[in-house]
T-cell receptor, first 113, second 112 residues
Framework: GAGVSQSPRYKVAKRGQDVALRCDPISGHVSLFWYQQALGQGPEFLTYFQNEAQLDKSGLPSDRFFAERPEGSVSTLKIQRTQQEDSAVYLC???????????FGPGTRLLVL | DAKTTQPPSMDCAEGRAANLPCNHSTISGNEYVYWYRQIHSQGPQYIIHGLKNNETNEMASLIITEDRKSSTLILPHATLRDTAVYYCIVRAWGASGSRLTFGEGTQLTVNP
């Protein structure tokens, strides 16, 4: 079956622009996670949804980062007024439930110039 | 979640077994050991997980010591496609929405 998909795969933004990154989880997966991966580092947790409810956003680095999942399926991670330090790969993962195995998408590589 | 320690890099000859170690000396009784790998420019790929018994699937075997303070991921016949960063992660079971806490992982290079 289809895995987690993310779009766009690559995004170049000028500093100060807003960007929106999309995640399509595996069908039927209740839980959805966003991670940020800086170059040469392991992924770091950003936020977690169970259905449409955002239950944990403790990893979001600033109030410029906002995530939503309005219908409990597709999720969007929005970054406002992008900064160079936001350059990273943004990974989305989904799981059947919050305690189940997480399956990752290919990521969106964001470069802020 | 408990911290894990892995060697930064390892090499393996193609066709031989790759044995990747992980120390997790502060693991709690309700924490599972998970292994993921990340091939260059791809998202992390789930490999296997276990609590205290050894586990095997079509990708790998996981050997957990009796005291659960360390484990070894075994790729029985490594191929060039197994070159990747391998992450050992301990994760509490039953904690809804429990995040995965990645360390720096082990860069495994399989050589022809």
């Amino acid at each position: 079956g289809a895995g987690v998909s993310q779009s766009p795969r690559y995004k170049v933004a000028k500093r100060g622009q807003d960007v929106a990154l999309r995640c399509d989880p595996i069908s039927g997966h209740v839980s959805l996670f966003w991670y940020q991966q800086a170059l040469g580092q392991g992924p770091e947790f950003l936020t977690y949804f169970q259905n449409e409810a955002q239950l944990d956003k403790s990893g979001l680095p600033s109030d410029r980062f906002f995530a939503e999942r309005p219908e409990g399926s597709v999720s969007t991670l929005k970054i406002q007024r992008t900064q160079q330090e936001d350059s990273a790969v943004y990974l989305c993962a989904s799981s059947l439930g919050g305690t189940e195995t997480q399956y990752f998408g290919p990521g969106t590589r964001l470069l802020v110039l | 979640d408990a911290k894990t320690t892995q060697p930064p890099s390892m090499d393996c000859a193609e066709g031989r077994a790759a044995n990747l170690p992980c120390n997790h000396s502060t693991i709690s009784g309700n924490e599972y050991v998970y292994w993921y790998r990340q091939i260059h420019s791809q998202g992390p790929q789930y490999i296997i997980h276990g609590l205290k018994n050894n586990e095997t699937n079509e990708m790998a075997s996981l050997i957990i010591t009796e005291d659960r303070k360390s484990s070894t991921l075994i790729l029985p016949h490594a191929t060039l496609r197994d070159t990747a960063v391998y992450y050992c992660i301990v994760r509490a079971w039953g904690a809804s929405g429990s995040r995965l806490t990645f360390g720096e992982g082990t860069q495994l290079t399989v050589n022809p």
